[in-house]
Nanobody, 117 residues
């Protein structure tokens, strides 16, 4: 079992920055991929970025060049540095983890990011 806890959300003006963190605990050795998803009000949850155990990174087109995902294996944390935030980035951001046994089964509780214009 894996537990994920996000932190770092908040309110920021357009053009500003925020840094999200996700702390993983439990059966961390089983995690193969971690990622960030987001869900805006009235919209479906969407993938933002992923980071595999081998170091491969993937971003949604909408955040490329503005967001940077990083992973600290020693501290079992996943981070998302978000720069040049725009109102359309407003959403609840969720940390997610995947293992071979339970693909993409683990979710954090979410953290709200609000960008005002």
């Amino acid at each position: 079992q894996v537990q994920l806890v996000e932190s770092g959300g908040g309110l920021v003006l357009a053009g500003g920055s925020l840094r999200l963190s996700c702390a993983a605990s439990g059966s961390n050795f089983s995690i193969s991929i971690m990622g960030w998803h987001r869900q805006a009000q009235g919209k479906q949850r969407e993938l933002v970025a992923t980071y595999t155990r081998g170091g491969s990174i993937n971003y949604a087109d909408s955040v490329k060049g503005r967001f940077t995902i990083s992973r600290d294996n020693a501290k079992n944390t996943l981070n998302l540095q978000m720069n040049n935030l725009q109102p359309e980035d407003t959403a609840v951001y969720y940390c997610r983890a995947s293992s071979a046994t339970f693909p993409w089964a683990y979710w954090g509780q979410g953290t709200q990011v609000t960008v005002s214009s």
